[in-house]
């Protein structure tokens, strides 16, 4: 007698019922990846031709404001659940460093290592 098992069939239940298992989270994973890209509007936004989004900010659930560029001109327009209203169209063109509440520029990278050695060193670092 000899007492080995024999090798578990791969089109068993356990086995089917693990591999469904496994392609269904995988497909809720890309589901719920597509909506946390699509709700921090992380998509990639038109632009590449005459008319493009210089950038947007969430006025509320489903309402925002859009400054967009036509050509050489830019305008304000908001958008919501009724459609898209004009807002205003902007004399002087918005440049990215200019807007009021901008981010501060990125450190340079030598700054940044600069400052990290400095910080070690006070801090009995290396």
């Known amino acids: 007698m000899s007492g080995a098992a024999s090798p578990a069939s791969p ?4 086995s089917l019922t693990q591999l469904a ?6 497909v809720a994973l ?16 038109g632009g590449r031709g005459a008319l493009c989004v210089i950038d947007q900010v969430a006025v509320g659930p489903r309402e925002r404001i ?10 304000l327009v908001g958008v919501g ?3 898209v209203t004009d807002l205003k169209p902007l004399a002087a063109p918005v440049v990215a460093g200019e807007r ?8 340079d990278p030598a700054a940044f290592a600069a400052r990290l050695r400095e910080f070690m060193k006070r801090e009995g670092g290396p």
Do not use: C, E, H, Y
């Open 30 to 45: 890309i589901l719920a990846l597509s909506w946390l890209l699509k709700r921090l509007r992380m998509t990639p936004a």
């Open 21 to 26: 298992l496994s392609l269904a989270a995988i």
């Open 100 to 107: 009021a509440g901008a981010r501060a520029p990125a450190l």
């Open 11 to 14: 089109l068993s239940i356990g």
């Open 66 to 75: 859009v400054l967009v560029q036509a050509g050489d001109s830019q305008l």
């Open 81 to 83: 659940a009724n459609g």
